[in-house]
């Protein structure tokens, strides 16, 4: 079992293909995507809701707060404080974005042409 818990996030649109990997360490809270996703929820809300610098993130994102907003405020102290409350330590948030959406090629789709 990794020491890491990973998930993969993705972006709904039609214009193009978005998604991030957020993990953290596996911790007594966190050793599952799912239960990630409930404490980071959690982690946040209790910022927003507590601190002046969350509160301004909420507002500034159009009370829109994503993974996308969440991955310029890493650094936050007191985002961290309360992430390392819940149980997030060594949060890591990385974007991928392609605006060439070429839906025809997915994960299954064979490389090869014709074998010979």
Do not use: H
């Amino acid at each position: 079992m990794s020491d890491r818990v990973s998930a993969f996030v993705f972006r709904d649109s039609v214009d193009e293909t978005t998604f991030a990997v957020v993990s953290c360490n596996r911790s007594k809270r966190v050793g599952s995507s799912r239960q990630l996703f409930r404490q980071l929820t959690l982690a946040v809300t209790n910022w927003v809701n507590r601190t002046e610098t969350g509160r301004a993130a909420w507002e500034s994102s159009s009370c829109d707060y994503n993974v996308g907003d969440l991955s310029t405020d890493l650094g936050e102290p007191t985002l961290l404080a309360r992430l390392r409350a819940r149980g997030i330590t060594a949060l890591e948030v990385e974007i991928y974005s392609d605006d060439d959406v070429y839906d025809s090629w997915t994960y299954d789709t064979v490389l090869v042409e014709e074998p010979v």
